[in-house]
């Protein structure tokens, strides 16, 4: 007769290794995790519906276009990666804002200004620099005031990732240096005269000067030249959703670049779409979202620096016919 063998420690270590259930969440815990995934649209919410009456008595518009652009903007985050990915929530949430302050100024017909005076007050350019003066800046801040003046310290969200990785970016930055040099040398003295050939006006034709920087950097670099802002931010942003769109594609299939090759991912990326297409990689790569922000922070300095000398922004005016 075969007797049964007795269970092994195997098994019983098998089981101990199963996980446990979870045991189900408390209603206090339900309601803070709640409130933890809402707590921006229940805040903004609240300031669109208070800034309707002070938008239709007085005709400030920052509480209701601050809350309408934030709010489009969480609502277009709750689509999938994928999605976003073609349906980028900065392009669609600008859009649909367009669309809420054109029917507002609509409604508002009376005493309301025109939807191009709106759009001119939506940034008035009393950020948190300018607060304080009124004599200089007589508006009041508009929504897009607060946005810049928030976006400027968000920058210093990505050094989290620079930290994480520290080891990469001392391993890698003399290796970083010379594409970094020659994308600054390439966007300040290639863009202007090349756009100036082809027609543009000499303010836009300076403004292309920092299509490849951030907001935060480029700002400061084409007022020094007398360029246009307007069209940097716009060629700027629209430069960072290309690069989430095709920036992959052109690297891997058109240049094929190694798919681990995080390197020459990060710093082809932050030379030429800047913080946006950096903010992308933060979800895909953390290894290129680092090296793509020490690159697009050294090529925004070397490009400020360099707009510092007289010599170069007289060079770069007489080149366009300033």
């Known amino acids: 007769m075969e007797l049964s063998s007795p269970p092994t420690n195997t098994d019983t270590i098998d089981e101990s290794k199963q996980p446990s259930p979870q045991p189900p969440l408390t209603r206090p815990d339900r309601i803070s995790q709640w409130l933890l995934k809402w707590f921006d649209f229940l805040i903004y919410t609240l300031l669109f519906i208070i800034g309707i009456p002070i938008y239709f008595t007085t005709g400030y518009e920052l509480p209701y276009q601050l809350a309408t652009a934030v709010l489009l903007f969480r609502a277009c985050m709750l689509l999938s990666a994928r999605k976003r990915r073609f349906l980028h929530p900065i392009l669609i949430s600008f859009s649909l804002s367009l669309l809420v302050f054109y029917i507002f100024t609509l409604i508002h017909t009376q005493s309301s200004p025109s939807f191009k005076t709106s759009i001119k ?5 009393r950020n948190y620099l300018h607060l304080f003066q009124p004599q200089t800046y007589p508006r009041w801040p508009g929504a897009g005031d607060v946005l810049l003046s928030l976006m400027d310290v968000s920058i210093v969200s990505l050094s989290l990732a620079m930290y994480n990785y520290r080891s990469d970016l001392r391993r890698y930055f003399f290796s970083l240096l010379p594409p970094i040099i020659v994308a600054t040398f390439m966007s300040l003295f290639i863009h202007p005269p090349l756009c100036h050939a082809l027609g543009i006006s000499p303010e836009r034709s300076l403004g292309f000067t920092g299509r490849s920087v ?97 010599p170069i922004v007289r060079l770069l005016r007489d080149w366009v016919g300033l």
């Open 214 to 310: 951030t907001m935060a950097l480029g700002t400061p670099l084409v007022q020094a030249l007398g360029g246009s802002v307007q069209l940097m931010a716009v060629t700027t942003i629209l430069s960072g959703i290309f690069g989430v769109l095709c920036g992959d594609f052109i690297i891997f299939k058109m240049f094929r670049v190694r798919e681990n090759d995080f390197v020459s991912r990060g710093v082809s990326m932050g030379v030429t779409c800047g913080a946006v297409s950096t903010a992308h990689l933060l979800t895909v790569d953390s290894r290129a979202a680092a090296i793509s922000s020490l690159s697009f922070t050294l090529f925004g300095t070397f490009m400020v620096v360099l707009s510092a000398v007289n």
């Open 121 to 125: 007050h939506y940034k008035t350019g």
